[in-house]
């Protein structure tokens, strides 16, 4: 069976940009694929260098939301970065082979770069972090990544590193990983911006469900609909990008057809939009406060899947180790 990886930093709690974005299809992927997910701390590093201690309780957090998806421990090979120091060692050896140049070109470091203004991000670990996502994948010998459009640079440069190390030492160790497309859809925050923790604007997954309706209630609409008698665009609303997900067809037929009517206004749109959001939530919010309960250390709940990742990713880097003859 074909292996997929994928991994998370450890940033906080989830929303639900982050479930329709990645988790919706990593739970689909469980049953067609061996599945490798491992949340990525060392990566976290890369931007949070300061705040290392937060990154411990970030990492439950995370899993617990990746639990009460559907992410299945049974099913899929669920792990720490950190815990595995052969990431670390593969790393080493594919940055003695990887041009700068390659790093500098990457469109997803020029663009944090110039974004982030409060941190130093002149720090190895940023402009390097392709090079350890190489080794994350081609250690468990991935077929598939799954990604969306503008990640596949970052793809590429794994691809092209794999190719170096199999000219420079004439063999075939690691398999090329190929991009497995995730068709997102379109999920803005609630003022209409990219929806981010930093920007206040996310819908968590675990969030208290009167600050969701506080959310909605309050949330950017069409801005040419300024009364109540005025006919709206659900085309460019982005309450009814919500629809899209979260409501059925008779529900998204009557929005559609009450805004460019006049005949509902935003208010009774958005109770439509809260019902069903409240309802997707509630059996996810169940099942996380079950594992709470059930996990005290991220550690020990993941020490059998760990294992089998560290025995994994030690083969491959012992194999490495021959052909370079160290």
């Known amino acids: 069976m074909d292996r997929v990886l994928s991994g998370m930093r450890p940033t906080g709690k989830l929303h639900i940009g982050h479930y329709f974005g990645a988790l919706q299809n990593w739970v689909s992927l469980q049953d067609k694929y061996e599945c490798f997910y491992f949340i990525a701390d060392w990566h976290a590093l890369t931007t949070n260098y300061e705040n290392p201690e937060d990154i411990v309780s970030l990492r439950k957090e995370m899993l617990l939301d990746w639990l009460s998806v559907g992410i299945d421990v049974n099913k899929s090979t669920l792990f720490v970065q950190s815990k595995n120091i052969y990431h670390a060692e593969l790393f080493l050896l594919l940055s003695m082979i990887t041009p700068v140049s390659w790093l500098e070109r990457c469109p997803t470091y020029k663009e944090i770069r110039d974004e982030v203004k409060d941190k130093d991000l002149s720090n190895l670990g940023f402009l390097s972090y392709p090079v350890l996502q190489t080794a994350d994948i081609i250690i468990y010998n991935a077929k598939y990544v799954p990604v969306g459009v503008d990640q596949l640079p970052h793809l590429e440069i794994s691809r092209e590193i794999v190719r170096r190390f199999h000219f420079l030492y004439k063999s075939e160790l690691f398999v090329e990983p190929e991009g497995l497309l995730t068709k997102v859809p379109k999920l803005l925050g609630t003022d209409g911006r990219k929806m981010s923790k930093s920007y206040g604007n996310a819908i968590m997954l675990s969030e208290d469900f009167k600050s969701i309706e506080k959310k909605i209630k309050t949330m950017m609409t ?3 609909r300024k009364l109540r008698t005025d006919p709206g665009n659900p085309d460019i609303c982005p309450v009814f990008d919500y629809h899209k997900v979260f409501s059925n067809e008779e529900e998204k037929s009557y929005v559609t057809e009450g805004c460019k009517n006049a005949g509902i206004g935003c208010i009774d749109c958005k109770k439509i939009l ?9 059996p996810i919010q169940n099942k996380r ?5 059930i996990i005290d250390d991220v550690d020990d709940f993941l020490s059998k899947s760990q294992q089998k990742a560290n025995e994994v990713a030690k083969d491959t880097v012992e194999k490495a180790r021959k052909i370079l003859r160290i």
């Not at 809260?274 to 509630?282: D, G, P, R, T």
Request: proline residues 0%; charged residues 35%.
């Open 222 to 224: 069409d801005t040419n």
């Open 274 to 282: 809260i019902k069903n959001l409240l309802a997707f939530l509630e």
């Open 289 to 293: 406060k079950e594992f709470e309960n």
